[in-house]
């Protein structure tokens, strides 16, 4: 079965920095592109990046990009999500998913930015 | 940007009931075309890609169609199992959107 495990989220000050990471499994995870997707509290489904399979190429809403980073260890089978920068309106869960049609999803995890 | 669009934004149906969801793209975008379902709080679960093909293990009444511009997701059969918010999303470029949300409720 393909899961994936998001893990790092937590409460921070406007201004700070936070490292998510996702693990997976029961996949062969270094052919396969990997993306963050975020949830604020009430709203809608936002994608926020992706990486390819080899870490060649990434991608980004332009709300992360300069302050977002993305990356990935094959070896390690996980990707991460480097947040610097961090504002009010980054809080949300973080949700790490499979290419680019998003499936399967991991859990999430909560980010707070806030004083 | 490739704005989505769904419509309605919220339903409610009896068991029983044929459910329809729509969504354009505001541009041409091929097939490349999810739809989710989320329940609260819960991640989102892939029901379509490929505008039409379900993922596995997904109940066949589900069904997606349409390309270029204009899609549907249709509940052939409403079960009260299937309450939730919908989401359509495309993969032809970046970045990657989604529509608003279709928040189906059971009667």
């Known amino acids: 079965e393909e899961q994936l495990l998001e893990s790092g989220g937590g409460l921070v000050q406007p201004g700070g920095s936070l490292r998510l990471s996702c693990a997976a499994s029961?996949?062969?995870?270094?052919?396969?592109?990997m993306s963050w997707v975020r949830q604020a509290p009430g709203k809608g489904l936002k994608w926020v990046s992706t990486?390819?399979?080899?870490?060649?190429?990434?991608y980004y809403a332009d709300s992360v990009k300069g302050r977002f980073t993305i990356s990935r260890d094959n070896s390690k089978n996980t990707v991460y999500l480097q947040m610097n920068s961090l504002r009010a309106e980054d809080t949300a869960v973080y949700y790490c998913?499979?290419?680019?049609?998003?499936?399967?999803w991991g859990q999430g995890t909560l980010v707070t930015v806030s004083s | 940007d490739i704005q989505m669009t769904q419509s309605p934004s919220s339903l409610s149906a009896s068991v029983g009931d044929r459910v329809t969801i729509t969504c354009r793209a505001s541009?041409?975008?091929?097939?490349?075309l999810a739809w989710y379902q989320q329940k609260p709080e819960k991640a989102p679960k892939s029901l379509i890609y490929?505008?039409?093909t379900l993922q596995s293990g997904v109940p066949s009444r589900f069904s997606g169609s349409g390309s270029g511009t204009d899609f549907t997701l249709t509940i052939s059969s409403l079960q009260p199992e299937d309450f939730g918010t919908y989401y359509c999303?495309?993969?032809?470029?970046?970045?990657?959107?989604f529509g608003g949300g279709t928040k189906v409720e059971i009667k």
């Open positions: 998913a499979k290419d680019t049609n998003f499936d399967p």
């Open positions: 029961g996949f062969t995870f270094s052919i396969n592109a």
């Open positions: 990486i390819t399979s080899s870490g060649g190429n990434t």
């Open positions: 541009q041409g975008i091929s097939s490349w």
């Open positions: 490929a505008a039409s």
């Open positions: 999303q495309q993969y032809n470029s970046y970045p990657l959107t």
